[in-house]
């Protein structure tokens, strides 16, 4: 069973769209996480949620909106894709909030391409 | 700013031979340090782990150091194998959950 999924894998559009990537996780954990890999590999995170709530929120554009319906879910939609926001995007999971030392593990990426 | 470092892109060894992974850092605030591996399309797995208040932590084949008046830790992995080629990722910690990353060191364990 695949501990950390997102959906879809791989994505392609226009600029000036809209949309949304999914992410579940069956690990019981309590924080997930969004991470961006931009083309220098730097992996840097976007957002972290606990129990459904907003924990990190790093200066990203605010076209970007995560949702976290359930702690198993935390999905990332876009507002009107912009070239720059070409990327790898990760999700990540962790059972605990407030410790550093928790291992995160990390869903299989999305490679999101704007054209 | 980037407070996580990894001066090599790249590094190749011998099956066998030691791989030595090294990172800086320069945020002093940094407690806790973390190694992730990562396989071409696939997320990071956790490797090892350091507190700050060790200098070494050791798992099987893995090893990593950790020297706090260098602000550098290094992962050693011997013997290398060819199933060890992959991405390597060093991130560090001080606050809730907070991991910042590395850019990452490609490694390739030829026979």
């Known amino acids: 069973d695949t501990a950390v999924s997102q959906t879809p894998k791989y994505l392609v559009t226009q600029m000036g769209n809209d949309k949304s990537i999914k992410c579940e996780q069956n690990?019981?954990?309590?924080?997930m996480y969004w991470y961006k890999q931009d083309s220098k590999k730097f992996l840097k995170i976007m957002f972290s949620y606990n129990n459904k709530e907003l924990i990190i929120n790093e200066t990203v554009p605010n076209r970007f909106s995560p949702k976290s319906p359930d702690k198993a879910h935390l999905n990332l939609h876009i507002n009107s894709l912009e070239l720059g926001d070409s990327a790898v995007y990760f999700c990540?999971?962790?059972?605990?909030?407030?410790?550093?030392?928790?291992?995160?593990?990390f869903g299989p990426g999305t490679r999101l391409t704007v054209l | 700013d980037q407070q996580v470092k990894q001066n090599s892109p790249s590094l190749s060894v011998q099956e066998g031979r030691i791989s030595i992974l090294n990172c800086d850092y320069t945020?002093?605030?940094?407690?806790?340090f973390l190694w992730y591996k990562k396989y071409p399309a696939e997320g990071p797995t956790f490797l090892i782990s350091?507190?700050?208040?060790?200098d070494k932590n050791e798992d099987g084949r893995f090893t990593v150091f950790l020297n706090k008046s260098a602000k550098h830790l290094s992962l050693h992995i011997v013997p290398s194998q060819p199933g060890d080629s992959a991405v390597y990722f060093c991130?560090?910690?001080?606050?809730?959950?907070?991991?910042?990353f590395g850019t990452g060191t490609r490694l390739q364990v030829f026979p």
């Open positions: 945020n002093s605030m940094f407690d806790y």
């Open positions: 690990l019981g954990h309590d924080t």
């Open positions: 350091i507190s700050s208040i060790k």
């Open positions: 990540a999971s962790s059972h605990l909030s407030g410790g550093s030392t928790d291992t995160q593990y």
């Open positions: 991130a560090a910690s001080w606050g809730p959950d907070k991991l910042i």
